[in-house]
């Protein structure tokens, strides 16, 4: 299953204690006995978060624009300063 990284970011314990791994071990009796465990260590779960939340992050953009405005009426330039 395949989940977006803001889906990560807004809510990370759902979507990556989702995540889960199967281990093999012997029990005290001698059986064999799958056990389903996080995939994710808490401290490899905050790390990942976080550097998702700061590669996330927008970065501020720049915009410039030449205008140019006309008004024909009298005193035009106080009616577009108004603007």
């Known amino acids: 299953m395949f989940y977006y990284e803001d889906e990560v970011v807004n809510d990370p314990d759902t979507i990556l204690d989702s995540l889960t791994r199967e281990v093999k071990e012997t029990s005290s009796d001698g059986k064999k006995v799958i056990r389903v465990v996080h995939a994710l260590q808490e401290e490899i779960k905050d790390v990942l978060v976080k550097n998702i ?31």
């Open 53 to 83: 939340r700061r590669k996330m992050t927008p970065q501020p953009l720049k915009i410039r624009a030449n205008v140019e405005m006309k008004c024909f009426q009298f005193d035009g330039v106080l009616h577009i300063k108004v603007l």
